[in-house]
């Protein structure tokens, strides 16, 4: 009785007055996870020579080192969104943090490849717990008019976190040593187990029952496809094993679909697929990914292979894109509580989509530094426009009782979109070109910047079919938990 007492004490207390809950402290603990997740997702690409001289391994170890963290981030996104409505979204946010952070201590105490594939695929565990409920609790917190605001924040926090990995990872490993990439964070993370647990106000979702069957079949038909996405271009698309991969995993979605729709508790209600604002902005997302993590895996190549800058100086190089994000991204937010995120969004696509296309007709071995940058900076001004107001979209086009999982979808697509860009870039690349000679390399690039500038581009299509912002937003229901209508526009 005395927990309800309190519980109803927590509801009524208004986003801000500085107790659980409260949007300042939401965003400070949930902004720091998300870095230290968002970041580790390419930190390690930079130090994979000094991991190969440290640990040993093959040239395949190499590339699960990163892989192994991919995998179960994209594949357990959907299990963590649905555990977070289950059992408390703050609870599970606080367990996805400790095992996170349990894990980066266990990748930085790593003795051999093996060791490190295994600790790094337990840090994307804990990220796909955390990653999906971090919107949800920031939406718990945030009044929805002034969602855009706090979601660009977020939005600039985890997209300059995904830019500046290959940065942090080459200028640690140069100055100090690989582990304390890992290292790093271990204080984080203890700091913020208590400061989620005391700061953060609890919610759940949906009826409180877990889907099981769905579940299992998402999650498997999730890790057949990404496996042979991030497989396909070693082995061959046309190998057995990348075809079984995708033909299984295939499978396992289409029974996934068909579970939910026959099942009374589906942990991804089909029917959120009907409304148009949800789709399109999912599938830019999953659009945008592509041509972003490809074209940045191959430019930040180009500007070592090709230009001979060390990884550090490489990093720094890339900052006048992946620094636009903490510049531009709240400003997006903000302009997106006022006019909407469909047109901010479809600006920035086309904008990225420009930048990308300045540098495929720029590109060649003896290309100036200072001639590249005006097209960074589109680049990144327009990645920091999707960022910010994606989020706010997604929450708006659901039920409160369902953001968990819209959530999940929309991260667990930006992961798939991901690799995929990663896995398709560099086949065209390998096809047109290789890493003989500087002229080789920019003959296999141009081609490749120019895949990623179409991937842009639709995406700045299918924003276009996101329904115009409405006249009045759906009025936030009395209680966390309640139903309220679907909303037909971001």
Same mark, same amino acid.
């Given at each position: 009785?005395?927990?309800?007492?309190?519980?109803?004490?927590?509801?009524?207390? %208004? %986003?801000?007055?500085?107790? &659980?809950?409260?949007?300042?402290?939401?965003?400070?603990?949930?902004?720091?996870?998300?870095?230290?997740?968002?970041?580790?997702?390419?930190?390690?690409?930079?130090?994979?020579?000094?991991?190969?001289?440290?640990?040993? !391994?093959?040239?395949?170890?190499?590339?699960?080192?990163?892989?192994?963290?991919?995998?179960?981030?994209?594949?357990?996104?959907?299990?963590?969104?649905?555990?977070?409505?289950?059992?408390?979204?703050?609870?599970?946010?606080?367990?996805?943090?400790?095992?996170?952070?349990?894990?980066?201590?266990?990748?930085?105490?790593?003795?051999? *490849?093996?060791?490190?594939?295994?600790?790094?695929?337990?840090?994307?565990?804990?990220?796909?717990?955390?990653?999906?409920?971090?919107?949800?609790?920031?939406?718990?917190?945030?009044?929805?008019?002034?969602?855009?605001?706090?979601?660009?924040?977020?939005?600039?926090?985890?997209?300059?976190?995904?830019?500046?990995?290959?940065?942090?990872?080459?200028?640690?490993?140069?100055?100090?040593?690989? $582990?304390?990439?890992?290292?790093?964070?271990?204080?984080?993370?203890?700091?913020?187990?208590?400061?989620?647990?005391?700061?953060?106000?609890?919610?759940?979702?949906?009826?409180? =029952?877990?889907?099981?069957?769905?579940?299992?079949?998402?999650?498997?038909?999730?890790?057949?496809?990404?496996?042979?996405?991030? &497989?396909?271009?070693?082995?061959?698309?046309?190998?057995? %094993?990348?075809?079984?991969?995708?033909?299984?995993? !295939?499978?396992?979605?289409? +029974?996934?679909?068909?579970?939910?729709? &026959?099942?009374?508790?589906?942990?991804?209600?089909?029917?959120? #697929?009907?409304? =148009?604002? #949800?789709?399109?902005?999912?599938? /830019?997302?999953?659009?945008?990914?592509?041509?972003?993590?490809?074209?940045?895996?191959?430019?930040? $190549?180009?500007? $070592?292979?090709?230009?001979?800058?060390?990884?550090?100086?490489?990093?720094?190089?890339?900052?006048?894109?992946?620094?636009? *994000?903490?510049?531009?991204?709240?400003?997006?937010?903000?302009?997106?509580?006022?006019? !909407?995120?469909?047109?901010?969004?479809?600006? !920035?696509?086309?904008?990225?989509?420009?930048?990308?296309?300045?540098?495929?007709?720029?590109?060649?071995?003896?290309?100036?530094?200072?001639?590249?940058?005006?097209? #960074?900076?589109?680049?990144?001004?327009?990645? +920091?426009? #999707?960022?910010?107001?994606?989020?706010?979209?997604?929450?708006?086009?659901?039920?409160? $009782?369902?953001?968990?999982?819209?959530?999940?979808?929309?991260? /667990?697509?930006?992961?798939?979109?991901?690799?995929?860009?990663?896995?398709?870039?560099?086949?065209?690349?390998?096809? &047109?070109?290789?890493?003989?000679?500087?002229?080789?390399?920019?003959?296999?690039?141009?081609?490749?910047?120019?895949?990623?500038?179409?991937?842009?581009?639709?995406?700045?299509?299918?924003?276009?079919?996101?329904?115009?912002?409405?006249?009045?937003?759906?009025?936030?229901?009395?209680?966390?938990?309640?139903?309220?209508?679907?909303?037909?526009?971001?």
């Amino acid at each position: 009785m005395a927990h309800d007492v309190a519980r109803d004490e927590e509801r009524k207390r %208004p %986003p801000g007055a500085g107790g &659980r809950g409260s949007v300042g402290w939401t965003l400070l603990i949930v902004g720091a996870a998300t870095f230290m997740a968002a970041l580790d997702n390419l930190v390690v690409t930079t130090a994979l020579p000094v991991l190969r001289d440290d640990l040993g !391994g093959k040239l395949s170890d190499l590339e699960w080192i990163v892989n192994g963290y991919t995998l179960p981030f994209a594949c357990l996104l959907l299990l963590g969104a649905a555990l977070g409505d289950r059992f408390g979204r703050r609870r599970v946010f606080g367990i996805g943090v400790a095992l996170f952070t349990a894990a980066s201590a266990g990748a930085a105490l790593a003795g051999s *490849t093996g060791e490190l594939i295994a600790a790094r695929a337990l840090q994307g565990a804990g990220a796909a717990i955390l990653m999906p409920l971090s919107l949800t609790l920031i939406s718990a917190a945030v009044p929805r008019e002034r969602r855009g605001a706090a979601f660009g924040i977020w939005g600039a926090v985890n997209g300059l976190a995904v830019a500046a990995g290959p940065l942090v990872g080459g200028a640690i490993t140069e100055h100090l040593t690989w $582990q304390w990439i890992f290292w790093l964070n271990v204080p984080i993370g203890l700091a913020l187990i208590p400061l989620a647990h005391h700061r953060l106000a609890e919610s759940r979702g949906g009826d409180g =029952r877990l889907d099981l069957v769905g579940t299992a079949l998402v999650s498997g038909g999730l890790f057949g496809v990404v496996l042979s996405l991030v &497989r396909g271009h070693e082995h061959g698309w046309t190998s057995g %094993p990348v075809l079984a991969g995708f033909v299984l995993g !295939g499978l396992l979605l289409i +029974a996934f679909v068909r579970w939910e729709l &026959r099942t009374a508790t589906p942990m991804l209600p089909m029917r959120l #697929f009907r409304s =148009r604002a #949800f789709s399109a902005v999912n599938g /830019a997302s999953l659009l945008m990914f592509a041509g972003m993590f490809g074209s940045i895996f191959l430019l930040t $190549q180009f500007l $070592q292979l090709v230009q001979g800058y060390s990884p550090t100086e490489a990093g720094l190089r890339m900052l006048p894109w992946t620094g636009m *994000t903490l510049l531009v991204a709240p400003l997006a937010g903000a302009l997106t509580d006022r006019i !909407g995120g469909r047109t901010v969004v479809a600006t !920035g696509m086309t904008l990225m989509a420009v930048g990308l296309g300045w540098l495929a007709v720029l590109a060649e071995p003896g290309v100036s530094y200072a001639s590249q940058i005006p097209a #960074f900076v589109l680049s990144g001004t327009g990645m +920091a426009m #999707f960022f910010a107001p994606t989020g706010a979209m997604v929450m708006s086009s659901v039920r409160p $009782q369902e953001e968990g999982i819209a959530s999940g979808v929309n991260n /667990a697509l930006r992961e798939v979109g991901g690799a995929l860009g990663v896995a398709v870039l560099a086949s065209v690349f390998a096809s &047109r070109g290789g890493y003989e000679t500087h002229q080789v390399f920019t003959d296999g690039l141009v081609p490749a910047l120019w895949v990623g500038t179409v991937l842009l581009l639709a995406a700045a299509v299918l924003m276009l079919l996101v329904p115009r912002r409405s006249a009045k937003p759906p009025a936030t229901p009395a209680e966390p938990d309640a139903p309220a209508p679907v909303a037909a526009a971001a």
